[in-house]
């Protein structure tokens, strides 16, 4: 079963430090999505991107937050300059919108300290 | 605005025993709903989806979930658990327009614990 698949898995970073976390959507999917989850707390929306845009972003997705498809299989997300409240587990997913309807899979996520 | 509310933080069933998971979920149309579940240390699974149709839904690993809109409510069920039914469950909330639809809205997530 095609999935999405994220690197790393887990990542320690400095307080101030860039990171960019990868991802692989599934292949046939035009629509990709980061979430995160801060340990303890619920899953929360970042951004999504269609048509190589943002198409929808939260309030957390700040100018710190960038989103880029580098080329046809990999989507990223950079944090410029991390902080300690940064850390969380980061859910990359993809979905394709059939009639309509809207199924979202979810990488198996990467885990970010920042220190 | 849009929310989910999962009742129960942390539950605990036998193995062999009935299980349902409570999800209300507060939107102003006809919403798109999941479940999905995380086993520690891993990713989110679908486990099913309502989009419109049979107010029953049939998913994955035995479960089902029934869309029940007088009660706001989507609840997920098992017959019989499992001890590796064991995990995190989390009720989302898509919204029904058009575009990416992929500002999903997640509850807190109800642990379950399955005793031998």
């Known amino acids: 079963e095609p999935e999405v698949t994220q690197t790393p898995s887990h990542q320690v970073t400095q307080m101030g430090q860039e990171v960019i976390l990868r991802c692989v959507p599934i292949s046939n999917h035009l629509y990709f999505y980061w979430y995160r989850q801060i340990l303890g707390q619920k899953v929360e929306f970042l951004v999504s991107f269609y048509n190589n845009e943002i198409s929808e972003k939260s309030e957390i997705f700040d100018d710190q937050f960038s989103v880029e498809r580098p080329d046809g299989s990999n989507f990223t997300l950079k944090i410029r300059s991390t902080k300690l409240e940064d850390s969380a587990m980061y859910f990359c997913?993809?979905?394709?919108?059939?009639?309509?309807?809207?199924?979202?899979?979810f990488g198996e996520g990467s885990w970010l300290t920042v220190v | 605005a849009q929310s989910v509310t999962q009742p129960d933080i942390h539950i605990t069933v036998s193995e062999g025993a009935s299980l349902e998971l409570r999800c209300n979920y507060s939107?102003?149309?006809?919403?798109?709903l999941f479940w999905y579940v995380q086993s520690p240390g891993q990713g989110l699974q679908l486990l099913l989806k309502y989009f419109s149709g049979d107010t029953l839904v049939q998913g994955i690993k035995g479960f089902e979930a029934e869309f029940k809109r007088s009660q706001s409510s989507f609840n997920l069920r098992k017959p019989s658990v499992h001890w590796s039914d064991a995990a995190e469950y989390f009720c989302?909330?898509?919204?029904?327009?058009?575009?990416?639809?992929?500002?999903?809205?997640f509850g807190k997530g109800t642990k379950l614990s399955v005793k031998p």
């Open positions: 989302a909330v898509g919204m029904n327009y058009g575009g990416s639809q992929g500002n999903l809205i």
């Open positions: 939107y102003g149309a006809t919403p798109y």
């Open positions: 997913a993809s979905s394709v919108l059939l009639a309509g309807r809207n199924t979202i899979y």
